[in-house]
């Protein structure tokens, strides 16, 4: 099991920039796939990024390519997700996941969600 707690979220301009990080307890941080997902007010819960176990491979939606980069530090047990040119439709609560499964990673081990509010 792993426990996992995201920070770096707030209130940001259009055409800025945040990085959220996502803490993770446990020794086995490594053996996990990792993603970021968020979720809009009234909205369902997406899919927004997904890292390999050793940060080799990733994957995003379409609608943040080239501005969204995720990344991980296992010797720190934590993954990363650089958002560069903020829009106003990026602003939701984005959450953490750690899932065995890299490919179409659902998440089976989630955090608390941090807020993201672009503001236009």
């Known amino acids: 099991q792993v426990q996992l707690v995201e920070s770096g979220g707030g209130l940001v301009q259009a055409g800025g920039s945040l990085r959220l990080s996502c803490a993770a307890s446990g020794r086995t941080f490594s053996s996990y796939a990792m993603g970021w997902f968020r979720q809009a007010p009234g909205k369902e819960r997406e899919f927004v990024a997904a890292?390999?176990?050793?940060?080799?491979?990733?994957y995003y939606t379409d609608s943040v390519k080239g501005r969204f980069t995720i990344s991980r530090d296992n010797a720190k047990n934590t993954v990363y997700l650089q958002m560069n040119s903020l829009k106003p439709e990026d602003t939701a609560v984005y959450y953490c996941?750690?899932?065995?499964?890299?490919?179409?990673?659902?998440?089976?081990?989630w955090g608390q969600g941090t807020q993201v509010t672009v503001s236009s």
């Open positions: 890292i390999s176990w050793t940060g080799g491979s990733t």
């Open positions: 996941a750690a899932d065995h499964v890299y490919y179409d990673l659902k998440g089976v081990y």
